[in-house]
């Protein structure tokens, strides 16, 4: 018998999921198999045949335990001595929207693959957004 395969052009649906009061890791790991299409029969792993995610209300989301100052996101400038960290509260202050979509590209491949499978992902901190023309379904986790 022979396996047959997905083509690259599969049909792409848009999901609109509310993060007001979601647990930020359970929200991005629903979001990250949406994203590569686990959910779907035709799942193929080496192709991108997920859907579409817009997250709204990203300042609401929760997190448990005491991540809110214990966990803290870093990154480097290029220059000596320029390691930059900040809190998980700062970073839902300031860049909420960045809080989400971190979580969930660390979920995604970590190669070419993923970083085309992030893209399909929109996030704002509004519960207003403009991918209206594309009639996204409501999901609920």
Sequence with gaps: MKTTW???NAPKQWFEV??????????ASEIAMILMGKRKAIYT???????FVVVTNAHKV???????KDKK?????GYFGGLKERTLEKMLQEKPEEVIYLAVKKMLPKNRLGRKMIKKLKVYTTPDHPHTAQKPVKLEF
């Design 45 to 51: 792993p080496f192709i991108d045949s997920g859907d």
């Design 62 to 68: 929760k997190v448990t335990g005491n991540k809110l």
């Design 6 to 8: 997905i083509k690259e």
């Design 18 to 27: 509310d993060a007001t009061d979601k647990v930020l890791g359970r929200l």
């Design 73 to 77: 996101y870093y990154w480097h400038s």
